[in-house]
T-cell receptor, first 117, second 119 residues
Framework: DAEITQSPRHKITETGRQVTLACHQT?????MFWYRQDLGHGLRLIHY???????NKGEVSDGYSVSRSNTEDLPLTLESAASSQTSVYFC????????????????FGPGTRLTVL | QKEVEQDPGPLSVPEGAIVSLNCTYS??????FMWYRQYSRKGPELLMY????GNKEDGRFTAQVDKSSKYISLFIRDSQPSDSATYLC???????????????????FGEGTQLTVNP
């Protein structure tokens, strides 16, 4: 069965370190997204990609970067981890075919719980 | 002000109760209205969606959208302990002519309402 996976599931790091969170999907979806989830804010969009070599900034992109070199993967990099980036991170993917009236469901991964000390 | 407002609860009800969950929004461009369910320490899963205004029913769940009031609701009938989860409303615009923007594009989420159904 097709799926979306994230690794690691839990990560503890120190302030100032570079951290990369992996996201891999086997649906062959063109659209991929990274969200963070925090109490009081719900899910907020960090970065998204509509295809290979395409990346776009979301609502809370400062301090994060992504690159899309193939369809299956969208790794999220924290260039210099800060305590404010302690959060649960979710990756999602969806189809990209334009279809008025039909929602192209975003499928979410299981999440990565990141703690920055 | 947030684009999507949702009461975070927590909401606690007895088994069998009717549950009403609501969101308000400010962006008139939203055309797709989704409800996601998230169990503890899991990723969100789509429960149901509505395109534009109107009602949609799926078993014990009914979604309503009132675009004139910018207000959406999710009703759960005969609630069960297995319904205990966080319910997130999410919204999306469908932008024509922008190439890659489609109905599967950027979602704006509410904060989520934590629901507990007690046996």
């Amino acid at each position: 069965d097709a799926e979306i996976t994230q690794s690691p599931r839990h990560k503890i790091t120190e302030t100032g370190r570079q951290v990369t969170l992996a996201c891999h999907q086997t649906w062959n979806h063109n659209n991929m997204f990274w969200y963070r989830q925090d109490l009081g804010h719900g899910l907020r969009l960090i970065h998204y990609s509509y295809g290979v070599q395409d990346t776009n900034k979301g609502e809370v992109s400062d301090g994060y970067s992504v690159s899309r070199s193939n369809t299956e993967d969208l790794p999220l990099t924290l260039e210099s981890a800060a305590s404010s980036q302690t959060s649960v991170y979710f990756c999602a993917s969806s189809e990209s075919t334009a279809s008025g009236g039909t929602y192209n469901e975003q499928f979410f991964g299981p999440g990565t719980r990141l703690t920055v000390l | 002000q947030k684009e999507v407002e949702q009461d975070p609860g927590p909401l606690s009800v007895p088994e069998g109760a009717i549950v009403s969950l609501n969101c308000t929004y400010s962006n008139s461009a939203f055309q797709y209205f989704m409800w996601y369910r998230q169990y503890s320490r899991k990723g969100p899963e789509l429960l149901m969606y509505t395109y534009s205004s109107g009602n949609k029913e799926d078993g014990r769940f009914t979604a309503q959208v009132d675009k004139s009031s910018k207000y959406i609701s999710l009703f759960i009938r005969d609630s069960q302990p297995s319904d205990s989860a966080t319910y997130l409303c999410a919204m999306s615009a469908f932008l024509l002519g922008s190439g890659r923007e489609t109905s599967g594009s950027r979602l704006t989420f509410g904060e989520g309402t934590q629901l507990t159904v007690n046996p």
